[in-house]
């Protein structure tokens, strides 16, 4: 938590409501398109709200670096990236430590999905740009991630759709925005799949008691039920 | 190195009934803790948990403090993930996951306000102190992360701000110098979805045939103030809310080893 909260965002809930009108369990709104990128064997732009993500798919394809293929499955390579100037203060281009560790969570997150026995020694590629940042970016990062391996024709489970759930003023709110992930209490990242419900990401940091994290668990499963929903229409729109 | 296929599969099935060390499902290896085992270093510790062998060195230097938070010091956390310690680690830049380690840590230690940065301020907008934990490792066999989140709050806990002198030169010699300022102990706590079964403290073995890890940070009052689900599989809420469950527990008793660990230095 930042020490100097300006005083607009002293308070983020008024009159029960957020600064941008939305409920505690509302998402921001979501846009889902699929096939941008016409090079890319699958591809989704995700907004939700001023967070914007493009995704690729390259693959099925051989192997790079060939030392780590895997003889028994594909290899999904993940990498997530902040373009330099999707945040106010430019970003310096090439990975971080941070970026690093989200390409890695975002990789977990949407492999167990992904049937990659059925591509042994190859590799697939994902690459998730953010072109625009408002918090939440590894969460709509990942719900373009899946749709754009959906698009690519690759085999899966279910679909993967992610949020990030958290605390401000106290209170369990979805979905946060930039100023509620600055000047929040606490910041949970969760991804969960469409068909068993399982949970493929969760990350914390903050403040949460065992019963609030019970209930965030369960608030944000119910939440992201709606990013599903969007993530089904921009698929079967681009078929249509 | 990897394991082979064979064994992998072997140790899968038989973790439903026993695991290779006798251990129970939910019982971590012997842990030790050792602070104050270095001279030049503000604060260190040494932790092993079974073979696990982690050690953690605390410097700090004079530097200037972020413009958004100009009257706070500096917290990083690192961490070497040394070609000594196992045949599968590489000499070279960080990877994933010693970035992801260290980041798990420093989450830890940071969103439970554990070090009062407030008070490493030395000139407002100027100069602020800058904590730097150095995490080593010297023998992997398993479950890093708490053996490492274990030894950067003790190393925290015991070190010392150097005195600034009238120069403003630092003198790391002086006993006067003054504890720093510590107020919470955040425990992580990682236990592993192995064939359906949670296993705590999870060997290099066993996470080898792991599906998934949840670390799980406990502050002292029993809130959580970090979490970080790793590995390829799914977890499902029940089990999550398990391991939650399970971590509260275990934190407590590894809390009170680091707090008899500390005790001993200062003594």
Not at chain 1, 10 to 21: A, M, T, Y
Not at chain 2, 107 to 112: D, L, N
Not at chain 2, 120 to 145: Q, R, S, T
Not at chain 2, 251 to 256: A, D, E, N
Request: contains cysteine; charged residues 30%.
């Amino acid at each position: 938590m930042a020490s100097n909260v300006p005083k607009k965002y002293e308070k983020l809930i008024v009159n029960g409501k957020r600064l941008d009108g939305r409920k505690l369990d509302e998402l921001r709104p979501t846009k889902i398109e699929v096939g941008i990128i016409p090079s890319a064997d699958g591809s989704a732009y995700v907004e939700v709200g001023k967070t914007k993500v493009m995704a690729a798919v390259h693959g099925p394809k051989e192997m790079f670096p060939r030392h780590m293929m895997n003889e028994d499955r594909a290899v999904l390579n993940v990498r997530y990236a902040m373009l330099p100037f999707s945040t106010s203060d430019r970003i310096r281009p090439g990975p971080s430590r941070r970026s690093n560790e989200i390409s890695k969570v975002a990789r977990h997150a949407l492999e167990s999905v992904i049937f990659l026995e059925e591509y042994p020694t190859m590799g697939i590629d994902l690459t998730l740009d953010v072109i625009q940042a408002d918090a939440g970016t590894r969460a709509t990062a990942i719900t373009a991630g899946a749709v754009a391996l959906a698009h690519a024709g690759i085999p899966m489970k279910g679909l993967v759709a992610a949020t990030a759930m958290g605390k401000i003023d106290g209170k369990l709110a979805v979905d946060l925005n930039g100023p509620e992930d600055n000047f929040g209490d606490t910041d949970m990242p969760f991804a969960m799949v469409s068909t068993n419900k399982d949970i493929t990401l969760l990350q914390m940091d903050g403040d949460f008691t065992p019963d609030e994290f019970k209930k965030a668990l369960s608030m944000a499963k119910k939440a992201i039920e709606p990013i599903f929903e969007e993530q089904r229409k921009a698929l079967l729109r681009y078929h249509e | 190195m990897s394991m082979l296929k064979q064994n992998r599969q072997y140790l899968r099935e038989k973790i439903i009934s026993s695991r290779e060390d006798g251990r129970s499902h939910t019982e971590y290896r012997p842990i030790t803790i050792k602070t104050g085992v270095l001279d030049k270093a503000e604060g260190s510790a040494r932790v092993t948990i079974g073979k696990s062998d982690v050690l953690v060195g605390v410097k700090m230097d004079i530097g200037t403090p972020f413009p958004d938070s100009p009257k706070e010091g500096i917290l990083m956390v690192n961490s070497e993930f040394s070609a000594i310690a196992s045949p599968d680690f590489e000499n070279g830049p960080p990877r994933e996951d010693s970035i992801e380690l260290s980041r798990v840590i420093d989450r830890g230690i940071r969103e439970s306000h554990t070090i009062d940065v407030g008070k490493l301020c030395i000139e407002e907008g100027e100069k602020v102190w800058m904590v730097f934990a150095d995490i080593n490792i010297l023998n992997y066999d398993g479950n890093l992360i708490d053996a490492a989140g274990i030894a950067t709050i003790a190393a925290l806990m015991t070190a010392n701000i150097p005195k600034i002198e009238k120069d403003g030169t630092i003198n790391r010699d002086d006993e006067s110098k003054s504890a720093l300022p510590v107020t919470e102990i955040p425990v992580p706590v990682s236990a592993g979805l192995i064939n359906g079964i949670i296993v705590v403290d999870m060997t290099k073995n066993e996470e080898k045939c792991a599906d998934a890890v949840m670390t799980i940070t406990t502050k002292k009052d029993g809130n959580f103030c970090a979490m970080q689900k790793a590995g390829p599989s799914a977890l499902s809420e029940e089990q999550i809310l398990n391991i939650a469950e399970l971590s509260q527990k275990e934190s407590k008793k590894i809390r009170s080893m680091i707090e008899k660990a500390v005790k001993a230095n200062k003594n």
